[in-house]
């Protein structure tokens, strides 16, 4: 489409209009006065030149903040699509023609030119699935399933098992201390015997 876009700088004529539609649309309308500035040499300063009227119409989540944003005499920077109306009057209010601007706005701020403003920004939350599906009635619960239940303890890992000491071993049976063997006829002993170690000596 060929449309005719525009910006416009001015101050808020009128109040804000807000409403919703019958299709459930919400829209924001207001009339916007712009008055041309020109520089006169004969007094040498800035003089008002002539005013003109628009009609802003604004739609949906912009509608929304132009109505909680917008005040009477506030400087606006308005862009939008540029509409050309005209129609006739009816009879009884003399049967002239009309013309009428209007603009379908898809921005809409304060004139910063002019004086400051705070932005806060507005959270939607989105719109799914989910929530547009019906939701199903859960069944009732019995009164053990109602019964709130404590927390179950987190089990622990697992801790290695002790491994069982090894017994000890028995002592060892003593062996008998051998007997000394008696010594048989002729037999001598060396010097320093003890006895422990019986030598025998042979008869001639």
């Known amino acids: 489409m060929n449309d005719t876009m525009v910006t416009l700088v001015g101050n808020a004529a009128t109040a804000v209009e807000h409403r919703q539609t019958t299709a459930g649309v919400t829209v924001a309308r207001f009339r916007l006065a712009a008055t ?50 005209e129609g006739e009057q009816s009879a009884e209010r003399g049967g002239q023609r009309w013309f009428s601007a209007e603009v379908d706005a898809v921005a809409i701020g304060h004139d910063l ?3 400051t403003a705070a932005f806060r920004r507005v959270l939607r939350a989105a719109r799914t699935e989910g929530d547009l599906a019906p939701r199903s009635t859960p069944p009732p619960q019995s009164e053990e399933q109602a019964r709130p239940h404590p927390h179950p303890r987190s089990e622990s890992p697992e801790q290695p098992q002790p491994q069982p000491k090894p017994k000890p071993r028995p002592p060892a049976p003593r062996q008998p201390h051998p007997q000394a063997t008696p010594l048989s006829v002729g037999a001598a002993s060396t010097p320093g015997d003890t006895g422990n170690s019986p030598q025998t000596a042979s008869v001639p």
Request: aromatic content about 10%; overall charge positive; hydrophobic content about 40%.
């Open 113 to 115: 030119a002019r004086g």
């Open 36 to 85: 041309s500035r020109r520089w006169d040499k004969a007094q040498e300063r800035w003089t008002d030149g002539e005013t003109s009227f628009y009609t802003v119409r604004s739609w949906r989540a912009l509608a929304d903040n132009v109505a909680a944003s917008v005040a009477v005499g506030e400087p606006l920077v308005v862009q939008g699509r540029l509409r050309l109306r």
